[in-house]
């Protein structure tokens, strides 16, 4: 069959083989299959959908159509960590050195911010000096040495993915559950790891604003994950609120040392200890749960967490004093406290507003590439629950242009919806989803 039947097939709402998928994934990264057809067939998937066995063909021939990564060298299990994107999730840069302290080895591609969301290679480069390109001899040498590396991804990862995401970009079919799990997952099997956590987003500042969506996204991307020999599992995790406090590169990255220094927030904290216990477990390197807690909440209180930080930062050409001194990182000329005029309980704080607010500030990226300013983006002092006096500061607003402020001001006190009556923030991690099924955390 050609492209042209290939679509009609999909259409008309018939299986496509792993051989077909194959031809098309080829055939476009290839160049012999156009854009305009390539579209087609996306918009058919989009309405149709796809079963379980195209959406797992689709995952490894994408995850095959370039290089795939052989981190067999690295001695010992190898930890992958993957998020769906969020607003202020720095979890990563808490939790890698904290496992790498466990002794299990993170071996990670990150990417850049995507929409509203932030990217930690965004993130790690606002520590001076510090690289997020390694070559894949430098990624799997500094892995085996330190038990830790962080790279962007290279340009030979998965093609398929990067051509046929941005051709989703622009014909309406991202929102679609087997091309996104297919999409994250090709990329986290190409990079090798053994062990696979992924953190599914669910509220106003994710991709799957409904938990049902997220719950369904994590089970199919566990069991991709689960076909191909990977021990995996997702947890759905609320992001109807920003994680922490602190939104926009340089300011995440000072929360997420705060972190390693003991002082991290409520939310951060859990959801690193939270991760780090169920990769601890999977792994193998430890089958008590109680026990894997217990390293990860010592990991910080010995500071060996911290201590790993600070080498893992040296060794990719970035200044390990940071770790010890954040006025290090890039700084804001102009600091604004948001006072609040009226009195209640945040209810509700629309997340994605809170994204928009940091890149109407100059910190976000679109994925075009542009250039972003690592310096600005908001600390927010009140969480959903809390109660708001009229005087208080909500948040503290760091910009470089005051126009810009004013604008980000207006979408700020937007974002949070008070309450006359107290409010019961939702739970952070809902469910957690394994090789044992889907399970209520
Ligand atoms: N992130 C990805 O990598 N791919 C998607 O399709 C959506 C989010």
Not at 151 to 175: C, F, H, M, S
Not at 293 to 317: C, D, H, P, T, Y
Not at 396 to 421: P, Q, V, Y
């Amino acid at each position: 069959m050609g492209i042209r039947e290939l679509i009609e097939k999909k259409r008309d709402g018939r299986e496509l083989s792993g051989d077909e998928i194959d031809y098309i994934i080829q055939g476009y990264v290839g160049g012999q299959i156009p854009d305009y057809q390539m579209s087609a067939l996306l918009m058919a998937i989009f309405f149709r959908g796809m079963s379980e066995k195209e959406t797992e063909e689709m995952t490894l021939s994408m995850a095959h159509s370039g290089e795939m990564l052989d981190l067999s060298a690295v001695k010992g299990c190898k930890a992958d960590k993957h998020s769906t994107g969020g607003v202020g999730d720095k979890t990563t840069l808490v939790l890698a050195p904290m496992l790498a302290a466990c002794g299990l080895t993170v071996a990670k591609m990150s990417g850049r911010g995507l929409g509203h969301t932030g990217g930690t290679i965004d993130k790690l480069e606002s520590i001076p000096g510090f690289s997020t390109r390694l070559s894949m001899e430098q990624f799997t040498r500094q892995a085996g040495e330190i038990g830790l590396a962080l790279t962007g991804q290279t340009e030979n990862l998965v093609p398929a993915d990067k051509k046929i995401y941005n051709l989703r970009d622009v014909t309406g079919t991202v929102e679609q559950m087997s091309l996104i799990a297919s999409s994250i997952m090709s990329k986290k099997l190409a990079s090798g790891a053994d062990v696979i956590l992924l953190d599914v987003k669910t509220g106003s500042g994710a991709f799957m604003k409904e938990e049902s969506e997220a719950i369904e996204l994590a089970r199919q991307m566990t069991a991709l994950g689960l076909a191909a020999g990977k021990e995996t599992v997702a947890i759905v995790t609320d992001m109807d609120q920003p994680l922490g406090h602190a939104v926009g590169n340089a300011l995440e990255v000072r929360e997420a040392i705060a972190a390693l220094h003991g002082e991290g927030p409520k939310d951060l904290m859990e959801l690193c200890y939270v991760f780090g216990t169920y990769l601890l477990e999977v792994s193998g390197r430890v089958t008590d749960h109680e026990e894997a807690r217990g390293m990860m909440e010592n990991s910080i209180k010995s500071g060996a967490a911290l201590q790993k930080f600070a080498q893992w930062v040296e060794a990719q050409g970035g200044d390990p004093a940071v770790a010890e001194n954040t006025d290090l990182l890039p700084r804001a000329s102009i600091v604004m406290d948001l006072i609040t005029e009226s009195s209640g309980f945040i209810e509700h704080i629309d997340c994605e507003s809170i994204g928009r607010a940091c890149e109407r500030l100059g910190g976000g990226r679109s994925r075009k590439e542009d250039a972003i300013d690592l310096s600005v983006g908001v600390v927010l002092h009140k969480k959903v629950g809390d109660r708001l006096e009229n005087g208080d500061v909500l948040a503290t607003m760091h910009g470089n242009d005051l126009d810009s402020m004013k604008e980000a001001k207006d979408i700020l006190f937007g974002a949070c919806h008070l309450s006359r009556t107290p409010v019961e923030p939702g739970k952070l991690i809902r469910w957690v989803v394994s090789k044992n099924g889907i399970e209520k955390y």
